[in-house]
């Protein structure tokens, strides 16, 4: 059970962390979470290790474990870094996406529409954030994929503890529009989409606004659909 149970951990936080249920400053503690999980301290400390190498918990000596407060600076830094790589990745899009790419693209599209219309939050994010990793992906540089997994997953925290001034992470139509630019194979077009669409995400940010939320463990963590 040893490695599996460390990843389950792993990954149930990371879901929780990116779907904003739990928040900036939430102390996870080993004794709730071996319980939670039914499994060995050991492995519980394991699974906060991997965690705290992601950046998205802190380990705090004598005082436990808690999900990362990102200060405003520490966000900037994610924001900048984020439009660095993705305009690598975006260049990366317009020359290799193919036509299966593209299709992937526009039933993605589809499917944010729907999930908008469903008025929930923690999907709608989960949603636009699987565009981007979507685009990394096409992009075939597994690296910054992997870079840009940890920064969006950061840049949900940062999200979740400081909130946005809108219903969504990503605005409706920027999206269609970027995929518009790869379709039609112009690159600094999609370059400039993807520049001006992180600056857009970053303004919504209402700095010095924190909105930690707290709530038991066994809830917060409990895995949510789709
Ligand atoms: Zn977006």
Do not use: W
């Given at each position: 059970?040893?490695?599996?149970?460390?990843?389950?951990?792993?990954?149930?936080?990371?879901?929780?962390?990116?779907?904003?249920?739990?928040?900036?400053?939430?102390?996870?503690?080993?004794?709730a979470?071996?319980?939670?999980?039914?499994?060995?301290?050991?492995?519980?400390?394991?699974?906060?290790?991997?965690?705290?190498?992601?950046?998205?918990v802190?380990?705090?000596?004598?005082?436990?474990?808690?999900?990362?407060?990102?200060?405003?600076?520490?966000?900037?830094?994610?924001?900048?870094?984020?439009?660095?790589?993705?305009?690598?990745?975006?260049?990366?899009?317009?020359?290799?996406?193919?036509?299966?790419?593209?299709?992937?693209?526009?039933?993605?599209?589809?499917?944010?529409?729907?999930?908008?219309?469903?008025?929930?939050?923690?999907?709608?994010i989960?949603?636009?954030?699987?565009?981007?990793?979507?685009?990394?992906?096409?992009?075939?540089?597994?690296?910054?994929?992997?870079?840009?997994?940890?920064?969006t997953?950061?840049?949900?925290?940062?999200?979740?503890?400081?909130?946005?001034?809108?219903?969504?992470?990503?605005?409706?139509?920027?999206?269609?529009?970027?995929?518009?630019?790869?379709?039609?194979?112009?690159?600094?077009?999609?370059?400039?989409?993807?520049?001006?669409?992180?600056?857009?995400?970053?303004?919504?940010?209402?700095?010095?606004?924190?909105?930690?939320?707290?709530?038991?463990?066994?809830?917060?963590?409990?895995?949510?659909?789709?």
């Open positions: 059970m040893s490695e599996t149970q460390e990843s389950m951990i792993v990954e149930h936080v990371l879901d929780a962390i990116s779907d904003q249920r739990l928040r900036a400053g939430t102390k996870l503690g080993e004794q979470l071996s319980d939670l999980f039914s499994c060995n301290r050991a492995h519980v400390r394991r699974a906060l290790a991997t965690l705290s190498a992601y950046q998205v802190d380990l705090i000596p004598n005082r436990g474990a808690f999900v990362s407060t990102p200060s405003e600076n520490e966000a900037r830094d994610i924001f900048q870094a984020r439009r660095a790589i993705e305009s690598t990745i975006i260049r990366n899009v317009v020359r290799r996406a193919n036509d299966a790419d593209l299709a992937a693209l526009r039933s993605h599209l589809t499917h944010e529409d729907e999930v908008r219309r469903e008025n929930d939050r923690p999907k709608a989960r949603a636009s954030r699987a565009f981007h990793m979507l685009l990394a992906r096409i992009g075939r540089n597994t690296v910054l994929e992997k870079y840009l997994s940890e920064l997953m950061r840049t949900s925290l940062i999200i979740g503890l400081y909130g946005t001034n809108k219903a969504s992470l990503c605005a409706d139509d920027e999206h269609r529009h970027i995929v518009d630019s790869i379709a039609s194979r112009d690159e600094a077009r999609a370059q400039e989409l993807v520049d001006h669409h992180l600056r857009h995400i970053e303004n919504e940010i209402e700095f010095g606004s924190q909105s930690p939320r707290i709530g038991p463990l066994s809830f917060i963590l409990q895995p949510s659909e789709g």
